[in-house]
């Protein structure tokens, strides 16, 4: 028999507990002076914890000495200040509008790579494979459209509607007319679009 598979822990902001991907998280991680950064690239070794990318959930975060407790260490006024800065300037470089530039550029990628399935037809093949689809569609979808992706979900496929209408989601896959798209739930492309879509 195959062993289970170990199921990574979601990363949650230690301030209101909410889950990545449904916001965008950001890591802070502990300098080796006892301070703290925030990790942009995700990569910064030391031991780190999650926040929601805002100011609200910093605050928090420094009221109830969550992030203390996570990070084991106590943090300057400094580098508080110097926190909230940051997560301000992040906050804004990742605000609505990049997104969906971000989510534009990502479809287009996907679609050039041959990652995406559009049209129904397209895609209830796909879903025949077994394997789990990331089911998109436009926001001004047709009923049809809407029924089908009702259809998919019920039977474990994920459905997220894009902040694109019919003509921005076409313009972004360069296709003629597209309402949905699809593409492999497990994939890093799919994580990525699920954090494009969060909130
Ligand atoms: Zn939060």
């Known amino acids: 028999m195959p062993a289970p598979l170990t199921r990574q822990r ?10 990545a991907p449904k916001r965008a998280l950001i890591r ?8 703290a950064v925030l990790d942009v690239t995700g990569r910064l070794p030391g031991r780190g914890a999650y926040l929601c990318l805002n100011v ?33 300037h992040c906050a804004k470089e990742y605000g609505p509008e990049e997104r969906t530039r971000e989510l534009r550029s990502l479809l287009g990628l996907s679609r050039r790579g041959r990652l ?20 998109l569609t436009a926001r001004d979808c047709s009923e049809a ?21 019919i003509e921005a989601l076409s313009a972004a896959l360069g296709a003629g007319s597209v309402q949905a798209a699809a593409l492999a739930a497990r994939s890093g492309l799919a994580d990525k679009l699920r954090i494009l879509l969060a909130e």
């Open 145 to 165: 459209v809407g029924k089908f992706a009702e259809g998919l979900a019920s039977e474990g496929h994920q459905h997220m509607e894009l902040p694109l209408d």
């Open 28 to 35: 802070v991680v502990r300098t080796p002076d006892g301070s």
């Open 116 to 135: 995406l399935f559009i049209g129904m037809d397209a895609i209830r093949a796909e879903a025949g494979r077994g394997k789990p689809l990331l089911l």
């Open 56 to 88: 609200e959930c910093l605050h928090k975060a420094r009221r109830t000495g969550a992030l203390s407790r996570a990070l084991k260490t106590s943090l300057t006024d400094a580098c508080w200040e110097e926190l909230e800065r940051c997560i301000e």
């Open 10 to 19: 979601p990363r949650t902001c230690v301030a209101c507990r909410t889950e």
